[in-house]
């Protein structure tokens, strides 16, 4: 982990050797995100701990262009992966930012959109996660194409080529029905909209050149759960501080080890004795099994269908 920061903490004239200036004046920041990549990568390489074979992040211009040059000069194949869930929150916000040009009688515009960009975000998931159980790297991106063409059409009523190109289309079961779609029915919407608007819409969220980086359905989940608890433990305010590098160590101590375990480990480091017996260490333990508990128990198929129709029934009354 590394931290651009431009500003010298001390008032007389400096080197910035030994001062908490990291980052060239010079440079920019919005530019920091692919040096530091940079200088990182160099330093594994250098080092030879760790042999960088794939690289995901958000869809960062700056993040690809870096690691196809470092590739090259290193004369290590370095893929480049966007991360699956950024994808799909991309897609959802181009089908909720699209405008229709008309809908029927009582339909509530913002909420069509939205529901309708939620279907068929979580469509698309569904086809992908798929697909990528029953294919190979190499024809990933064709069944995937091909699965999202449809989805217009199926959400229309149109099954007749669910069978050869969806793996996720369950309307030739007896329990099926309509109820995720907007308004429980299925779409009703002219030429227009479902090809020049909702279909170029996916085409441009998910070009075969995107499914190819997405192909193998990595994200940067653990990544920003990381960066959540950094920041959490360092604030960027604290980061003229002498403890900033001791919080950060502390945070990704936590986030390996879990907060109950990490600080026992690091009161024994401290030098501090105690028994499994001893109240301290009985409460870290039980603060790690409740933080188990809880983060199994939203993995749970029935909670998230819980959590999904409350937020829904919130967004209506609103």
């Known amino acids: 982990m590394s931290t651009a920061n431009k500003l010298c903490n001390k008032k007389n004239e400096c080197c910035h050797t030994e001062c908490k ?3 060239s004046s010079e440079e920019t920041i919005s530019s920091s995100e692919g040096k530091l990549a940079e200088k990182n990568l160099q330093k594994m390489n250098d080092l030879k701990i760790l042999k960088v074979k794939s690289v995901t992040s958000d869809a960062s ?3 690809s262009k870096v690691v196809r040059e ?9 893929r480049y992966y966007q991360c699956f869930v950024h994808r799909m929150r991309t897609v959802q916000k181009y089908i909720k930012n ?3 040009s008309k809908l029927q ?15 068929i975000r979580s469509r698309v998931r569904l086809e992908l996660v798929r697909i990528h159980k029953i294919s190979t790297q190499l024809n990933f991106a064709t069944l995937a194409q091909s699965a999202i063409k449809n989805i217009v059409s199926c959400f229309s009523g149109n099954h007749a080529n669910c069978k050869e190109n969806s793996v996720a289309c369950c309307a030739h079961l007896d329990t099926y029905n309509t109820k995720f779609l907007p308004y429980g029915v299925y779409l009703n919407l002219n030429v227009v909209d479902k090809k020049k608007k909702i ?3 996916l085409n441009k969220s998910l070009s075969l050149d995107v499914l190819n980086k997405i192909s193998s359905l990595h994200t940067t989940n653990q990544c920003e759960s990381l960066h959540h608890r950094v920041f959490t433990y360092a604030p960027k305010s604290v980061l003229h501080k002498r ?6 160590h502390s945070a990704c101590h936590s986030s390996t080890f879990g907060t109950g375990k990490s600080s026992i480990l690091l009161a024994k480091s401290l030098g501090l004795n105690f028994s499994k017996c001893a109240p301290f260490f009985k409460f870290m333990i039980r603060k790690d099994i409740i933080a188990l508990y809880y983060s199994q128990r939203k993995k749970q198929q029935n909670i998230k269908f819980k959590n999904f129709w409350q937020s829904v029934s919130d967004r209506t009354e609103e």
């Open 199 to 201: 279909e170029s819409a």
């Open 98 to 100: 699209l405008t229709f």
């Open 70 to 78: 470092f590739g090259k000069k290193s004369g290590n194949s370095i």
């Open 243 to 248: 403890n900033f590098h001791g919080l950060c």
């Open 21 to 23: 200036k990291t980052y």
């Open 105 to 119: 009688t009582g339909y509530d515009r913002d909420f069509f959109r939205q529901r309708l960009a939620t279907c």
């Open 61 to 63: 211009a700056q993040l």
